[in-house]
Nanobody
Framework: QVQLVESGGGLVQPGGSLRLSCAAS????????MSWYRQVPGKQRELVAE???????VYLDSVKGRFTISEDNAKNTVYPQMKSLKPEDTADYFC???????????????WGQGTQVTVSS
């Protein structure tokens, strides 16, 4: 089982920036993708950004040009850099990893505990 630890959330003014991080730890695992989702009360969790082990990225349309996700494969850590933040970016942000353990072909998934991002003046 892979454990994910997130950090970097907080309160920021509109137009400001935040950098989140998500570090994966465990034994004998290989990450396939690491993603960030966000959720506000009463709404479904939505994919914000995703990066594969090969460096391919996917972004939610509303964050394209403002958010950038990068990875440090040696540290099994991903860093979503969020710029030009808007009040509508306010949400709980969750890290998610798809991975395999050892030689087992089955893809597994783990969620982080979440970190709150509040964009407000």
């Amino acid at each position: 089982q892979v454990q994910l630890v997130e950090s970097g959330g907080g309160l920021v003014q509109p137009g400001g920036s935040l950098r989140l991080s998500c570090a994966a730890s465990g034994s004998s695992f290989s990450i396939y993708t690491m993603s960030w989702y966000r959720q506000v009360p009463g709404k479904q969790r939505e994919l914000v950004a995703e990066i594969t082990s090969g460096g391919n990225t996917v972004y939610l349309d509303s964050v394209k040009g403002r958010f950038t996700i990068s990875e440090d494969n040696a540290k099994n850590t991903v860093y979503p850099q969020m710029k030009s933040l808007k009040p509508e970016d306010t949400a709980d942000y969750f890290c998610y990893a798809q991975y395999r353990v050892g030689t087992i072909a089955t893809m597994l998934g783990s969620w982080g505990q979440g970190t709150q991002v509040t964009v407000s003046s």
